[in-house]
């Protein structure tokens, strides 16, 4: 099942580091057949208060994606970006194109804030 590597930036301070950073993710992300899915762009807020930006990298499976992050060459990138931004980043399996919001009733608890 594909997974993908979510970050929440905040306070990104584009300068050297960042254009190095960009400049090398790519070669990182080939070994593990990782693509990006979303890398900033325009926004429409339809609720809530958002900022920053919004990064997804979709990988085959999550095995991939562990691996990428911990890859040698991601990790020798990656001062790059923390040293010169804020954020959250997670991993997340995705979902089956047969997918249905009810399917989580099975999987976890019912309760205020399931969406």
């Known amino acids: ?12 301070e ?3 580091d960042i254009v190095a ?12 057949a990782g693509r990006f899915v979303i890398h900033g762009g325009d926004k429409e807020q339809l609720e809530g208060a958002w900022s920053g930006d919004l990064i997804v990298i979709g ?3 999550r095995a991939a994606a562990r691996a990428w992050y911990a890859s040698p060459a991601y990790q020798a990138i990656l001062p790059l970006r923390t040293r010169n931004s804020q954020g959250d980043v997670i ?5 089956g194109d ?3 919001a009810t399917d989580i009733l099975s999987r976890q608890a019912v ?3 399931v969406a």
């Open 1 to 12: 099942m594909a997974s993908y590597a979510v970050a929440h930036l905040h306070h990104v």
């Open 14 to 16: 584009i300068g050297p």
């Open 21 to 32: 950073y960009l400049e090398a993710i790519d070669a990182t992300l080939a070994p593990f």
């Open 59 to 61: 990988f085959p499976d």
């Open 91 to 95: 991993l997340i399996d995705g979902v």
């Open 98 to 100: 047969d997918h249905r």
């Open 111 to 113: 309760g205020p804030g």
